[in-house]
């Protein structure tokens, strides 16, 4: 970014907290689109199944529920409506998120 700020994840993989609000409807009625979220850095929060995380998926960033945790530590990531999105490694894992503001 120009005016020196940190995106989300690199501001996350500097353990800061961040806030933003993402748009979309794969979330719903979890998130909606445009409610401000917080998410906190990985490993600072405990990541299990129907936890939200911030990751990338197949080259794509996004804000998605962990729907399994496989048995070699990678994780699972789906919309809130079904749709496995794919596996991620602990490494693609950015942040948690612990609450959604209106």
């Not at 994780?75 to 749709?83: L, P």
Request: glycine letters at 10%.
């Amino acid at each position: 970014m120009s005016d020196g700020m940190l995106t989300h994840v690199e501001a996350l993989k500097q353990g800061q907290v961040v806030k933003f609000r993402p748009h979309g409807n794969s979330m719903v009625p979890i998130v909606l689109s445009g409610q401000l979220v917080t998410v906190v850095p990985f490993g600072s929060h405990p990541i299990e199944v129907d936890s939200v995380v911030l990751c990338k998926v197949n080259g794509r960033q996004m804000l998605h529920k962990v729907t399994a945790i496989g048995s070699d530590g990678r994780y699972q990531i789906s919309n809130n409506h079904g749709h496995v999105n794919g596996w991620c490694t602990p490494s693609n894992v950015f942040g948690v998120m612990i609450a959604v503001e209106p």
